[in-house]
Structures are given as structure tokens and as C-alpha cells.
Nanobody
Framework: QVQLVESGGGSVQAGESLRVSCVIS????????MAWFRQAPGKKREGVAA????????YYAYFAKGRFTISQDNAKNTTSLQMSNLKPEDTAMYYC???????????????????WGQGIQVTVSS
């Protein structure tokens, strides 16, 4: 039974920072792609950032580069997304996801991921 549990969501004002974290348990392989997606009301789910544990490579959506940083704490099986200079358009449900293949990290497409967290709300007000 694989479970992904997110934490750290909430409401902030534009320009502020927020850190969301994801703890994975019950996963057979340590080699994996960990990623964050987000979905705003009426919009499709989109990839935000990904981290491949085998080589610590990172991948970012264009809008996330320079503001968001994904990191991994192997001891705690935790993947975090540090979001800085948040903007109202960052408001969305944020989902943690996991996949085995490196290709999932590269493509950052939801269909490539096997396991998902429940999602947490991030709201940025102006």
C-alpha cells in the first residue's frame, strides 16, 4: 500500500513564500520520480516540478523556474517544494505524485505517475 501525504498548504499573500512537503510510504523501490502537480478550478492538472532520486536531477515547469525549488530528504522519505514570490495565479490544489521511471520526471505528465496524494490547497491573495 503506497501512500503519499502532503502537508504545508495554506493561505499567503502575494510575494510571500510557502513550503509544501510530501511523505511517501509503502513504496517498493527507492529509485523513483517524485513530483508536484497543481490544478486550479476549471483548469487541467499541470506539472510543477520533479525530482529523480537515482541521480538527484530536478525538472521544472517554465513558470516554476527561479521561484520554486524541489528537494528530497531521503532519511524522511520526504519531497518538498519551496515556493517563493508567490503570485495569485499560483493558487491551486497541489498534488504530490510518484513514479518509477525517469521518463516521468522528464515529461512531467500526470499519466506517467502511478501514485498520488490527496492534494492540498494553496491560496495566494493579492
Amino acid at each position: 500500500q503506497v501512500q503519499l501525504v502532503e502537508s504545508g498548504g495554506g493561505s499567503v499573500q502575494a510575494g510571500e513564500s510557502l513550503r509544501v512537503s510530501c511523505v511517501i510510504s509503502g513504496y517498493t523501490y527507492e529509485r523513483r520520480c517524485m513530483a508536484w502537480f497543481r490544478q486550479a478550478p476549471g483548469k487541467k492538472r499541470e506539472g510543477v516540478a520533479a525530482f529523480f532520486t537515482a541521480d538527484s536531477s530536478t525538472y521544472y515547469a517554465y513558470f516554476a523556474k527561479g521561484r520554486f525549488t524541489i528537494s528530497q530528504d531521503n532519511a524522511k522519505n520526504t519531497t518538498s517544494l519551496q515556493m517563493s514570490n508567490l503570485k495569485p495565479e499560483d493558487t491551486a490544489m497541489y498534488y504530490c505524485a510518484a513514479a518509477y521511471f525517469h521518463n516521468a520526471c522528464v515529461l512531467l505528465e500526470e499519466a506517467k505517475f502511478d501514485h498520488w496524494g490527496q492534494g492540498i490547497q494553496v491560496t495566494v491573495s493579492s
